[in-house]
């Protein structure tokens, strides 16, 4: 594999980044590190964070020369973006942030619930986009890390993530919402589950698109996108080094998204 794009996650979430990107540029290699072993990043300290995903890009990076680093995780991109673009300055480090501002200007004053894990909610650029929406919305943030553990946990225990997220959505219901920004890249894995629990029709909005846009545009920008006709390859490496956990990254990477 030669200077691949590398799309890291602290598990699984990141694949549906991975799976939108290669949509766009299919003839590009990819390799998909997930830190599975870490996982959940939500609950842990900036710091722990931070260590982690220089950790895991390290990791991912033996051997190959990366033409750009995707961090598909709104936790590590909110913790750890501009410490890995000085850890790697010659190489473009794209992020991903939930969707809120997209989601307030889909229409007049919307309200929204901003899903997303307790450290992209508390981070200094969760709180930086609240404040650039202002009064043009009103957003909910509500933490969801049921759904990153029933993403991580094979999506097996549908009931038990149904009821977690019916008690924490419990407290907001006294109106609709208009939409639900997905701010964790678990969360289009369970975009049907949120709908059921939620009982009306909303609008689901994410930050993939904005990411992919970023990337292709790092790499017209260092005139590295790749020329070849065929189409690219992909690797899936897990930190938690066991088969059933690749072969469920190849499942969801073959699964439509629900969103």
Not at 20 to 26: D, Y
């Amino acid at each position: 594999m030669n200077n691949p794009i590398i799309v890291f996650d602290s598990g699984f979430g990141g694949i549906s980044v991975l799976k939108r990107l290669i949509e766009k540029m299919p003839n590009e290699d990819y390799l998909y590190y997930g830190d599975s072993a870490n996982a959940p990043y939500g609950p842990r300290t900036t710091a722990e964070v931070q260590q982690l995903t220089l950790n895991a890009i390290a990791e991912a990076s033996k051997g190959v020369e990366p033409k750009a680093i995707v961090i598909a995780c709104n936790t590590a991109t909110a913790a750890t973006r501009e410490l890995l673009q000085e850890t790697y300055p010659n190489i473009p480090v794209i992020g991903i942030l939930p969707a809120v501002e997209l989601a307030a200007k889909s229409k007049d004053h919307p309200r929204v619930l901003a899903l997303a894990t307790a450290g992209t909610c508390a981070s200094t650029a969760f709180q930086n986009i609240l404040k650039r929406v202002g009064d043009s919305a009103e957003v909910v943030p509500v933490p969801a890390p049921s759904i990153v553990v029933y993403v991580e946990g094979a999506m097996k225990d549908r009931e038990t993530v149904k009821k977690a997220l019916a008690e924490s959505f419990a407290p907001y219901m006294d109106k609709p919402f208009d939409s639900v920004v997905l701010g964790c890249t678990h969360f289009p894995f369970a975009a049907d589950v949120i709908a059921e629990v939620l009982g009306y029709p909303v609008d689901f909005f994410d930050g993939s698109a904005l990411t992919v846009r970023q990337t292709e545009e790092a790499l017209a920008k260092n005139n590295t996108r790749s020329t070849q006709e065929r189409t690219g390859s992909l690797k899936i490496i897990n930190s938690g080094n066991r088969q059933d956990l690749v072969g469920f990254a190849w499942t969801l990477f073959c699964a439509e998204l629900k969103v």
